[in-house]
């Protein structure tokens, strides 16, 4: 319960794993790197499918 408490005054959980379980303040204006990073590795493994039906397409299978 204290977790989501945490969670409601705008607290976030860190991306460092030796730090698990501690929280900073993010603040909703801002980009921070750890986002980007996860949203970069999700788009590299979209685009790495992709090309990977692309080429399946392209020898006929």
């Not at 408490?5 to 959980?13: D, Q, V, Y």
């Not at 801002?30 to 020898?59: A, P, V, W």
């Amino acid at each position: 319960m204290l977790h989501e408490i945490g969670h409601s005054l705008g607290l976030k959980h860190t991306f460092d794993e030796k730090n698990l379980g501690n929280y900073v303040i993010r603040e909703s204006d801002k980009i921070y790197k750890e986002d980007l990073d996860e949203e970069i590795e999700k788009l590299e493994k979209t685009l790495s499918f992709k090309n990977d039906q692309k080429k399946s397409i392209e020898q006929g299978q």
